[in-house]
């Protein structure tokens, strides 16, 4: 047996005090005269007998009481082996540096609880030990064995990150790096155990040991996602945004968001979130300006604060463009649409002089009265909606439909049976299609629909989703969902002579959303990753050109990528803070903004308690320990040299003197 703190083993000592005041305690005798003391003097020697061993049982209680309080501050223990001590001991310790450690502890944030813990586990080894520090960022300075000295210097260096990290890879890094140490291999996970970083599998060859550390008040509200209600956005025009919000504690939070938008506020919004609950709110507002936008969310919420701030950016348009493709005076109509809008330019090519370069950069492309569709111009098309393209096919009453069907065939837009020869009238519309949503401000009671004097009767298909329909419920117009983009179908030539739509209201509305459903809008933000990928249009990129992401307090080089005719960068997402970004060329000729916010995982407040860890850990090489700080240093002793016996020492101090009390009190004198 051996002694943690054998100084204290001086006030042995003290057991010299119950025996002087047994030897040097004189009680004093009130004299009394009897007439006869025959029987006084049998009933004093019974009494002196029976004092005599009360007085011997009283000082054995008290010198074991004061023994075993002297060997409770001493701390006996036995050491697991005579070598425990002399051998090099591998020594990992997982610090757990994300955003939740920023949760309120005993009085203290849980994040600096964790570093003062670690800081008494690494003290109570000695020098000849190997040392290594690990956060969720896995940086390659954390990779290494240390010594003492230098860990406990790394160790005040870590700080908060946006990093999160499963337990189990966590585990999976710090074997590795004991993997080659010849002494004991311990491990030590300092965390406050989060149900969405799971647990990890015990193995028999390592001794692990989990600090738990435990918030004092688990509450947390955070902006979980934003976007826009629709999918353009228009300068001049009123825009919402929808604002998911999430209160992570068992009580009714209030409180209020702003809206910034390029710096300006633009609206200010309350709420009241039910306890563990979520709420959607809609913010509208105008947007004033072309080009790329950037906006903020913010709320305000203690302590966790990486949540309440939510990025984003989105592109308006000075234009749009549309191209059309046309035989036979195609153009006419589609000229007719758009020639007196500013907002949109036109151009207008014969189907022999297609400029295919055109077509990447374009939001509609309509084929328009085309007799025959080339194979190439059918091969450029699939690419082009596939990306995001809106493709508005027009029939020629005079056409190919065997070269039709081959066209349609392409996109499972099932194909034309036959042309007919008849007056009819469309009888439906679909109100619900994102094509007509922002049309009506209120549904419409009499709206006018075509009438048709030649059509292509077009089979249905189940990728077909109906726009204007007949009363059989064949459609006029219909839609087909093509990779990211859409491919519209008329089944009628334009002109008087084969029906009126284009002399119906709607008509230009509905060319005129089909061009703006094509602006190519990429994520309005992004969540920061280990690898965090960026989707441009393909249209911003230069090969030739190194690009950058740079903003007021960072500048990175990305991996660039071609991805479905778009550009793609990689980032590393570790090196990465919150906010808007823009990307630069390397001659800073500026392309985009890109918005960034941290994961919102992080802020899920749901734990493992002492009592799961234990449960899962039962019968295993896993030791889960309670964060005292006061604590650590002996409970670190314990796994390391041995048993410990300073509580046993304790409960018999406390034994023996409640026999001392018990012997003076109830004993007959």
């Given at each position: 047996?051996?002694?943690?703190?054998?100084?204290?083993?001086?006030?042995?000592?003290?057991?010299?005090?119950?025996?002087?005041?047994?030897?040097?305690?004189?009680?004093?005798?009130?004299?009394?005269?009897?007439?006869?003391t025959q029987f006084l003097n049998e009933i004093k020697d019974e009494q002196a007998t029976r004092n005599k061993l009360k007085h011997l049982l009283v000082l054995a209680s008290r010198l074991l009481a004061v023994l075993f309080l002297v060997l409770a501050f001493a701390?006996?223990?036995?050491?697991?082996?005579?070598?425990?001590?002399?051998?090099?001991?591998?020594?990992?310790?997982?610090?757990?540096?994300?955003?939740?450690?920023?949760?309120?502890?005993?009085?203290?944030?849980?994040?600096?609880?964790?570093?003062?813990?670690?800081?008494?586990?690494?003290?109570?080894?000695?020098?000849?030990?190997?040392?290594?520090?690990?956060?969720?960022?896995?940086?390659?300075?954390?990779?290494?064995?240390?010594?003492?000295?230098?860990?406990?210097?790394?160790?005040?260096?870590?700080?908060?990150?946006?990093?999160?990290?499963?337990?189990?890879?966590?585990?999976e890094k710090q074997k590795i790096s004991l993997k080659n140490t010849l002494g004991n291999k311990l491990i030590y996970q300092l965390s406050d155990f989060q149900k969405n970083d799971g647990l990890f599998k015990a193995d028999s060859a390592y001794q692990v040991s989990?600090?738990?550390?435990?918030?004092?008040?688990?509450?947390?509200?955070?902006?979980?996602?934003?976007?826009?209600?629709?999918?353009?956005?228009?300068?001049?025009?009123?825009?919402?945004?929808?604002?998911?919000?999430?209160?992570?504690?068992?009580?009714?939070?209030?409180?209020?968001?702003?809206?910034?938008?390029?710096?300006?506020?633009?609206?200010?919004?309350?709420?009241?979130?039910?306890?563990?609950?979520?709420?959607?709110?809609?913010?509208?507002?105008?947007?004033?300006?072309?080009?790329?936008?950037?906006?903020?969310?913010?709320?305000?919420?203690?302590?966790?604060?990486?949540?309440?701030?939510?990025?984003?950016?989105?592109?308006?348009?000075?234009?749009?463009?549309?191209?059309?493709?046309?035989?036979?005076?195609?153009?006419?109509?589609?000229?007719?649409?758009?020639?007196?809008?500013?907002?949109?330019?036109?151009?207008?090519?014969?189907?022999?002089?297609?400029?295919?370069?055109?077509?990447?950069?374009?939001?509609?492309?309509?084929?328009?009265?085309?007799?025959?569709?080339?194979?190439?111009?059918?091969?450029?098309?699939?690419?082009?909606?596939?990306?995001?393209?809106?493709?508005?096919?027009?029939?020629?009453?005079?056409?190919?439909?065997?070269?039709?069907?081959?066209?349609?065939?392409?996109?499972?837009?099932?194909?034309?049976?036959?042309?007919?020869?008849?007056?009819?009238?469309?009888?439906?519309?679909?109100?619900?299609?994102?094509?007509?949503?922002?049309?009506?401000?209120?549904?419409?009671?009499?709206?006018?629909?075509?009438?048709?004097?030649?059509?292509?009767?077009?089979?249905?298909?189940?990728?077909?989703?109906?726009?204007?329909?007949?009363?059989?419920?064949?459609?006029?117009?219909?839609?087909?969902?093509?990779?990211?983009?859409?491919?519209?179908?008329?089944?009628?030539?334009?002109?008087?002579?084969?029906?009126?739509?284009?002399?119906?209201?709607?008509?230009?509305?509905?060319?005129?959303?089909?061009?703006?459903?094509?602006?190519?809008?990429?994520?309005?933000?992004?969540?920061?990753?280990?690898?965090?990928?960026?989707?441009?249009?393909?249209?911003?990129?230069?090969?030739?050109?190194?690009?950058?992401?740079?903003?007021?307090?960072?500048?990175?080089?990305?991996?660039?990528?071609?991805?479905?005719?778009?550009?793609?960068?990689?980032?590393?997402?570790?090196?990465?803070?919150?906010?808007?970004?823009?990307?630069?060329?390397?001659?800073?000729?500026?392309?985009?903004?890109?918005?960034?916010?941290?994961?919102?995982?992080?802020?899920?407040?749901?734990?493992?308690?002492?009592?799961?860890?234990?449960?899962?850990?039962?019968?295993?090489?896993?030791?889960?320990?309670?964060?005292?700080?006061?604590?650590?240093?002996?409970?670190?002793?314990?796994?390391?040299?041995?048993?410990?016996?300073?509580?046993?020492?304790?409960?018999?101090?406390?034994?023996?003197?409640?026999?001392?009390?018990?012997?003076?009190?109830?004993?007959?004198?």
């Open positions: 047996m051996k002694f943690l703190h054998p100084n204290f083993l001086w006030a042995l000592f003290f057991l010299v005090l119950p025996v002087v005041i047994h030897l040097f305690y004189f009680r004093r005798y009130q004299r009394i005269l009897f007439s006869n701390q006996p223990f036995i050491p697991n082996n005579a070598d425990s001590n002399l051998s090099e001991k591998g020594i990992s310790i997982y610090l757990d540096n994300s955003f939740s450690m920023q949760t309120e502890g005993d009085g203290f944030i849980l994040f600096d609880e964790a570093k003062n813990a670690a800081r008494s586990i690494i003290e109570a080894y000695g020098e000849n030990n190997k040392f290594q520090i690990i956060t969720n960022d896995f940086e390659a300075k954390h990779q290494r064995l240390l010594g003492k000295a230098e860990v406990l210097n790394l160790l005040e260096q870590i700080q908060v990150s946006a990093v999160q990290q499963k337990k189990d890879l966590v585990f989990l600090i738990k550390l435990s918030p004092r008040n688990i509450r947390n509200i955070s902006i979980e996602e934003v976007y826009f209600q629709s999918p353009t956005q228009l300068r001049g025009q009123q825009n919402k945004l929808i604002v998911k919000l999430r209160n992570q504690s068992e009580e009714q939070q209030s409180g209020s968001f702003q809206l910034s938008v390029n710096e300006e506020t633009k609206s200010i919004g309350n709420y009241t979130i039910a306890p563990n609950n979520t709420i959607y709110d809609t913010l509208a507002f105008t947007i004033s300006a072309n080009g790329w936008n950037q906006g903020k969310i913010v709320i305000n919420d203690y302590p966790l604060s990486f949540d309440d701030s939510y990025y984003f950016t989105f592109l308006v348009e000075e234009q749009l463009r549309v191209y059309c493709i046309h035989d036979e005076a195609g153009e006419k109509y589609p000229k007719a649409v758009f020639s007196n809008n500013e907002e949109v330019f036109l151009q207008a090519d014969l189907v022999s002089n297609i400029d295919y370069n055109l077509l990447d950069q374009e939001h509609l492309v309509i084929v328009s009265n085309l007799i025959n569709i080339p194979s190439g111009l059918m091969e450029s098309l699939k690419v082009y909606v596939n990306s995001g393209g809106q493709i508005l096919f027009i029939p020629n009453n005079k056409g190919d439909i065997q070269n039709y069907n081959q066209f349609l065939g392409a996109f499972n837009a099932g194909s034309f049976l036959q042309k007919k020869e008849e007056k009819r009238k469309v009888n439906s519309i679909n109100l619900e299609h994102p094509l007509l949503t922002d049309i009506f401000e209120e549904e419409p009671t009499q709206l006018e629909l075509p009438t048709l004097e030649s059509y292509y009767y077009l089979s249905p298909s189940i990728f077909q989703e109906s726009i204007m329909a007949f009363a059989d419920g064949t459609n006029y117009l219909s839609s087909v969902s093509v990779g990211n983009g859409q491919l519209y179908i008329l089944s009628a030539a334009l002109g008087d002579a084969y029906g009126n739509i284009t002399q119906q209201a709607i008509f230009a509305p509905l060319c005129y959303r089909m061009a703006i459903l094509g602006v190519k809008n990429v994520n309005i933000a992004y969540t920061i990753e280990t690898s965090t990928k960026i989707k441009l249009s393909a249209q911003l990129m230069n090969d030739e050109r190194m690009l950058k992401i740079r903003n007021k307090e960072q500048e990175l080089i990305p991996t660039k990528s071609n991805l479905n005719s778009q550009l793609l960068l990689s980032l590393p997402g570790l090196s990465l803070k919150s906010g808007v970004y823009e990307v630069l060329d390397d001659s800073e000729e500026y392309y985009a903004k890109v918005a960034l916010n941290y994961d919102r995982s992080e802020g899920d407040l749901s734990y493992y308690t002492l009592d799961n860890l234990n449960e899962n850990y039962l019968n295993t090489s896993v030791k889960v320990l309670e964060n005292k700080l006061a604590l650590i240093e002996d409970n670190v002793k314990q796994i390391e040299d041995g048993e410990t016996f300073w509580k046993l020492c304790i409960i018999l101090a406390l034994l023996f003197l409640a026999i001392e009390i018990f012997l003076l009190r109830f004993l007959p004198k």
